[in-house]
C-alpha cells in the first residue's frame, strides 16, 4: 500500500533549476532512507543523491555543488533541488525509500519516475 509520487520535472535550458519532489503515501511513518535514481537510455540507473532519516547526505560526483536533497520527515517527502542542469543530466528521476525493520528486514519502494530533459 505504500505509494511514491514524483513530480517536478520537465524541460529547461542549460544553466536552469528544477525541484523534484517525492510524495510518500502509506501506513509507514518515516522512511530510514530516501534518495533519488536516474537513468538515460541505454545506461544504468544510477543513485543521484540519498537522505538518511538523521539527515545525512551524499551525492554522486557528477551533480555534487549542483543538487541539494531534503526531506521532510513529517511529512514523508523528498525534494531534489536541481541547479546548473547540463545536458548530461536528461534522464528519467526515480524515488527511492527505504524502510529498515528490526525483525522483517529491508524493504525499497519506488515511484514511477519523471522525465527530465535539458536542452537549448
Known amino acids: 500500500q505504500v505509494q511514491l509520487v514524483e513530480s517536478g520535472g520537465g524541460l529547461v535550458q542549460p544553466g536552469g533549476s528544477l525541484r523534484l519532489s517525492c510524495a510518500a503515501s502509506?501506513?509507514?511513518?518515516?522512511?530510514?532512507?530516501m534518495g533519488w535514481y536516474r537513468q538515460a537510455p541505454g545506461k544504468q540507473r544510477e543513485l543521484v543523491a540519498r537522505i538518511v532519516s538523521g539527515g545525512s547526505t551524499n551525492y554522486a560526483d557528477s551533480v555534487k555543488g549542483r543538487f541539494t536533497i531534503s526531506r521532510d520527515n513529517a511529512k514523508n517527502t523528498a525534494y531534489l533541488q536541481m541547479n546548473s542542469l547540463k545536458p548530461e543530466d536528461t534522464a528519467t528521476y526515480y524515488c527511492?525509500?527505504?524502510?529498515?525493520?528490526?525483525?522483517?528486514?529491508?524493504?525499497?519502494?519506488w515511484g514511477q519516475g519523471t522525465q527530465v530533459t535539458v536542452s537549448s
Open positions: 527511492n525509500a527505504q524502510k529498515v525493520y528490526l525483525t522483517m528486514g529491508t524493504e525499497n519502494f
Open positions: 502509506g501506513r509507514i511513518s518515516v522512511f530510514n532512507a
